[in-house]
């Protein structure tokens, strides 16, 4: 049963374009959603996270949007760079913040 | 400051055998936790420890263990391994509150069974 989803396995898009990763997620408890960006033979880095109070999070070329009563939430980055390419994950947090579930990830190419 | 640190970072076993991972966590960060990365199944939680305690359990059978200690070192073992125990482990650390925060993960431990 996932509790994240992320439906796109992949995503391409073209330099200075707008790249959008989407996630869905089916527990209530989830309070708090974070997106991680990955690069081959790498660990999972922090890009940009959300409290479930808010419905808009900005960081640079990045926002992220949610949308609590579609239990949906959005990954913008604008524009995209061809060093943007990796693997997303979604992932949400609830009563432990230390505890989180994954989405299985989205991996997007920027091409020149 | 330093970073997550896990070792090794590959090793290959044959099935029954067992495995010993480490993960030293950045300093200071008291919560340790462990994520099994497959391309079928992601990331999923395998257990995560502060102050020594295991605070947090996943969904994964018993032959998968760990431990942390009182420098907030953590090791993580599988035991009596099969061939989907194959797989990238990674390490997270955090302060561990109850405040929302992100994880740092290490690079992981690629572990292939044979």
């Known amino acids: 049963d996932q509790q994240v989803k992320q439906n796109s396995p992949s995503l391409s898009v073209q330099e200075g374009r707008i790249s959008i990763l989407n996630c869905d997620y089916t527990?209530?408890?989830?309070?708090?959603f974070l997106w991680y960006k990955k690069y081959p033979a790498e660990g999972p880095t922090f890009l940009i996270s959300i409290s479930s109070i808010k419905d808009k999070n900005e960081d640079g070329r990045f926002t992220v949007f949610l949308n609590k009563s579609a239990k949906h939430l959005s990954l913008h980055i604008v524009p995209s760079q061809p060093g943007d390419s990796a693997v997303y994950f979604c992932?949400?947090?609830?009563?432990?913040?230390?505890?989180?579930?994954f989405g299985k990830g989205t991996m997007l190419l920027v091409s020149p | 400051k330093a970073g997550v640190t896990q070792t090794p970072r590959y090793l290959i076993k044959t099935r029954g055998q067992q495995v010993t991972l480490s993960c030293s966590p950045i300093?200071?960060?008291?919560?340790v936790s462990w994520y099994q990365q497959t391309p079928g199944q992601g990331l999923q939680f395998l257990f995560e420890?502060?102050?020594?305690?295991?605070?947090n359990k996943g969904n994964f059978p018993g032959r998968f263990s760990g431990r942390q200690f009182s420098n907030s070192r953590s090791e993580m073992n599988v035991s009596t391994l099969e061939l989907g125990d194959s797989a990238l482990y990674l390490c997270a650390s955090s302060l561990g509150t109850s405040e929302p925060g992100e994880l740092f993960f290490g690079e992981g431990s690629r572990l292939t069974v044979l």
């Open positions: 992932a949400a947090s609830g009563s432990g913040y230390s505890t989180l579930t």
């Open positions: 527990n209530s408890m989830f309070d708090y």
């Open positions: 420890y502060f102050s020594e305690t295991q605070r």
């Open positions: 300093s200071g960060h008291r919560s």
